[in-house]
């Protein structure tokens, strides 16, 4: 289509573009050109918004799969989640360091994935800090303010400098005045040039302390001599200045600011000028305590002052969003600490949205309002910290959050009773059961609907139609208008996702062969037989769920290996194949298959009786049985101590118990010893139960 | 009996005082090796001693003995460097040492060229060699590898095997009478580019990228950080450039053959020193070419000489061995 028409259907160049309305491939690409990559979309509710977010690397890796996350404004978000699980990925994705292989990204509801990451409005702080060794701090947090351009009123710099000439011999006492201009040429006090002196003191502009400079005074009864005689000097030559607008038809406002002819006042789009710059340096240097180190080179600084310059340098851009990519770890722990109470804080003083990555739990439950934990790829769970750590959503975040890691035990599940390898028995009571019956119910349905749609024949019974009853006849339009009512019925009954696109395009065809159009219904016939010979699709949802459960569940002795060498291609071949394709994996359809069936029939018998789970408690709910009392509390069972750590508030104590390695943590109020019998007691309301097959939470 | 006594307070002195013996022996390893390595010294330094005095000699102790290399017996004197550049010949019991038939050598226009081809030609390879490598390491573009691949393979290429082609094509874009031709087939070098990308690829790729997002252009970046991060490496590789521009003489003799008076002034003085030597054959005429020899080799020792820390700290960063 040509430019002109596309303009006139869709609306004028360079504004952005509604999100919602439906165009062709084609024709998006152009109008993205056209409306200088600028979509926005009605229907984003949140800021900043990930939608499906996949990521492959060109060597056929795939680091993300399916992201789905909304970010409101003043949000902190962390993603967390052990080396290799895609976060920093994600977070180079949303800047625009890395492509993103599809899915959708909207920052402030405008759809970024095609912006440059200079036009997404975002700041980073880099894990290496990124500072330039050849610039002074000063420079390092001015940079990216000096190539910035503000549209704003367009201002006559020489009034203001001359106001502010006057200004300052009105006011400054011309004792004090004497005192900075022998300070100004005092070589020892380090200043590029003596006007500079001038304008950091007063904080006036360039312009105004040259004039400054220019007028020599020699001392202070010089200054009070010629004073009078340069101020009117200085006004009259501002007059001059106004009549030079006049003349044109502007006019000058009381902030300097050129009015046209209209009475509005000129905008235009300009770089910062060095006062503004140097306003906002000084100001973020307030902010973050650099103000002595602003002369400074990068190598001259410590860790910490390295890091607070790459803040100062995120933050003097008021950018939209924050980014942050594990900006604490390569400090020293106690720094560590230090910095990131000093981040929440700054966090709280400006309120810019940010998203924050690290491995580290501890400081992901710390700052975040919300956190993300991922792993291989996968996101596990979102929610707030509180959420997380109370109800993680399976194994895998239970035991990743929290420090020292959740102790995980394998037990037997019996009517509402756990049963530990040794027999020691915790009854969970009769809410449990309930719990847990409809926790399986639900599963068994989710399963079963999962299987429905894998074994999911329609497509199959579509081609096979197609094929007997159109594909003879293809090239008699009134034939195959007669065949395609049945062909829709068979679609409709399909529990594919991909239906509807389907049904659609089967109207198409009738719509084209009623308008007569004899060659373009035959190619949609050929893409109907495309499209109808691809295996059926699960969606991300039952993917992931299928996936953890490949990963972290029962079935897993040899499948571990297998997922990995589904996502990081071992083989060499594989390697190749994926290279030349380097498309978004699709999972083997009879994968999972098996595991959905061998996970239904796992399911059912659990409804039935008794089965095998994984029990969960956390060091923080072990006690020792004299110390502690609640009506929760389980019978007391008898440990050897192993290494006893002292924390200084708390002990961690290592035993043995019930085949796996049990860490309590437990207040020091009695010192145990290692080595020797101690009786430790659980809290039964917080007691964690896993399903085996699943690895998900029972609750 | 005497043997063993003497073996005895041998072993004693060893034992109580190792450093009394140490200093009583000779050491005679260091003393061959400092014979050796005087010996290598003076066979290299000799020709310049030759070529520095010989240099300010008359025309008539051209040829001395020996012994009176570094004192002449009618002194010192600068008339060979007067006779070069000024062109006043000296002469010898009356008579001038030149023949008529020799052209008047143009020192001056030998340096200028020699200063465009050293200077001039070595800047601009700096702007190439560096913009290649910056796009190298830090631009992600299709076939980077394969382009890179190809460069390098281009190196096994002796630099003689392309002489004729860069030739053939000089004189079909009618460059031959131009000294930029000087310069050009060698902006096309790829061991510097090679050298400042290594330099280059161990810059942190965030700063780019950080610098890209505050909004900054490639072209930006690369002269707001990556040149004056990578000064050291540009500082080596001139050096080295220089050094190549200076001595250069297959090229430009190919280039400007034939000592026609137009010919001459695009000769470089490597070029005009060959000319010189070949008119410089009779005993009374050496002088002129040691004088030349001085010219030519002055400015490549003073640079060597200031700059040797930086060259010695350039390649170490720039991680070059040997």
New interface residues.
Partial sequence: MRKQELIEKYGEPNTPLDGSIEVTPSEARQLLKIHNNKVESGNIDSFVSLKNINKVYPNGVQAVFDFNLDIEAHDFIVLVGPSGCGKSTTLRMI???EDITTGYLYIDKVLSNYL???DRD???V?????L???MTVYDNIA??LK??KIYGPKKEYRVIANNEVINLLKTVPSADLEKSIQDSQDRTINFGKQFEYFSTKYDISDRASKIIVRYKFLSQDDIEARKDNIISQLEQENEGFVQELANKGYSLNENCEIVDPNGEVVKQKHRMTKEEIRRKVFNAARILDLGPYLDRRPKELSGGQMQRVALG?AIV?DAKLFLMDEPLSNLDAKLRVQMRSEIVSLHEKIGATSIYVTHDQTEAMTMATKIVVMSKGWVQQIGTPQEVYHNPRNIFVATFIGSPAMNIFDGTYNGGKVIFQDGYTVDLGKEFVEKHDKFFEFKVKDTERILSVINDKSFENALAYLNENIVPVVNDPQAVNEALPALRQILEGSLQEEKDNLIEGVDEIAMLIEQGDNSKYRKGIKHLLRLLAKPNKLNERDIASLHSAMVFGAFNENKEKEAQVLSYGKNKKEIKAKKKSHKVQTYDINELRDLAEKLLAAFNEALKGPHSIKIGVRPEHIHLDDEFTSKNKTKGFEVTTGVVELMGTELLLHAEWNGADVIAKISTGTLVKPHEQVKLTLDKSLIKVFDNNSCETIE | MERNLTLGSFNSLSRSGTQIKDRRRVPVFKIVSFIILFVFCAVWISPFIILFTGAFRSAQDAMTYPGQIIFPHSGYTIEQFEWILAGKIPTVDGKEVQQPSVQTYQFGYWIMNSCFSAIGGTLIYLLVASLAAYAFVFIDFKYRNLIFAICIGSMVIPGAATTIGNLTNIYSWGLNKSILALIIPGLGGIYGMYLIKTFFAGIPKDLVESAKMDGYSDIQIFFKIILPLGKTVLFVQGLFGFMGGWNDLVWPQMLYPGSTEANMKLWTLQVGMAYVVNNSKAADQVGSALAGGVIAVLPVLVVYLIAQNKIIEGMSSAGIKG
């Avoid at chain 1, 880099?126 to 990124?130: D, E, G």
């Fill in positions: 800047a625009g360091l440059q990451s200079k975002i700041s980073m880099f894990q290496s800090y990124a330039y060794p050849n940079f990216p190539i910035r340098r851009r």
